[in-house]
DNA sequence: CAAAAATTGAGACGGTGTCTCAATTGTGGC
DNA sequence: GCCACAATTGAGACACCGTCTCAATTTTTG
């Protein structure tokens, strides 16, 4: 859950203009939980902002994936969600209801250091996902 | 890479006929290789059988995501794509170029046992995605 | 062989991501 | 505050993808 005043702040200090738009979408993305895809954005952000347009959405979200402030992700959909960039994201996903747990401990650091050295990659982050049935659904 | 006679004969014991639709997705799958998406499975099996159609391509995988003989999972696309089943799948990925390393070492099952707990799930597999940067592109 | 059931391919459909283009807007210099 | 210019915008066109329907075909059953 990135701040407004952060994301604003980045976008204006790599040269973007700060238009009404670009803060609508900035402002759902603080105040709308995670995992958002462009569709959601732009219903929200045209509530914030209605002339926002779906071209913008995707604009600025390149931006921001650019600029390396969000994360797009995939969750078993063909849809492209977003996540802040910073850290790992960690799921356990019910594959029979859809229910998927976030849970924050990560024992992969180990392994991350293992596979930079062998493979000599910059690791930046990491998604883990976890498949199974959740209590309800045995 | 599941055998073809492997598949075969699990669809057919599921009750689903034999049909050469079928049997093209199959072998496309058998000697196709890791991580197909619908239309590379489709232009594949048009070599085979020339009639294969779209539709029946969606409703082959279908069935085999049914039966648990193959997985659907997204690399950083839009784009559903398949692996098998068993086991869990490991991936480096270089968000600069793309590439991607499949690599087989998991350190995970520690974790899996940790979450199986804690959340009462059964995991029955996962997927681990590291994303950076490769040698070639720092 | 006839009837019923399963499977098929073709095509229509709505939704999504990309692109173009003319109109609008924000900004720095005055 | 105003101007000129470049950046940004929204609308719409477009291709593509996944879904669905339906009539025709194929397979199984009696
Ligand atoms: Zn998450
Ligand atoms: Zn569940
Ligand atoms: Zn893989
Ligand atoms: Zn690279």
């Given at each position: ?15 973007y ?11 759902v ?12 954005i732009?219903e929200?952000?045209q ?6 347009s779906r ?12 600029l390396?402030l ?5 969750l078993n ?45 910059q ?16």
């Amino acid at each position: 859950m990135p701040h407004v005043a952060e994301l604003a702040h980045k976008l204006k200090k790599a040269g973007y203009k700060l238009t009404p738009a670009r803060l609508a979408v900035i402002d759902v993305l603080e105040s709308g939980g995670e995992h958002l895809c462009h569709n959601q954005i732009l219903e929200a952000g045209q509530k914030i902002y209605p002339k926002l347009s779906r071209a913008t959405v995707y604009r600025t979200m390149d931006i921001l994936v650019e600029l390396k402030l969000m994360r797009p992700l995939y969750l078993n959909e063909p849809t492209q969600r977003f996540v802040s960039a910073a850290g790992g994201h960690h799921h356990l996903v019910c594959t029979r209801c859809g229910q998927t747990i976030e849970f924050d401990d990560c024992t992969a650091n180990e392994l991350v250091d293992q596979l930079a050295d062998r493979y000599g990659f910059q690791i930046h982050h990491h998604l883990l996902e976890f498949r199974g049935v959740c209590v309800n659904c045995q």
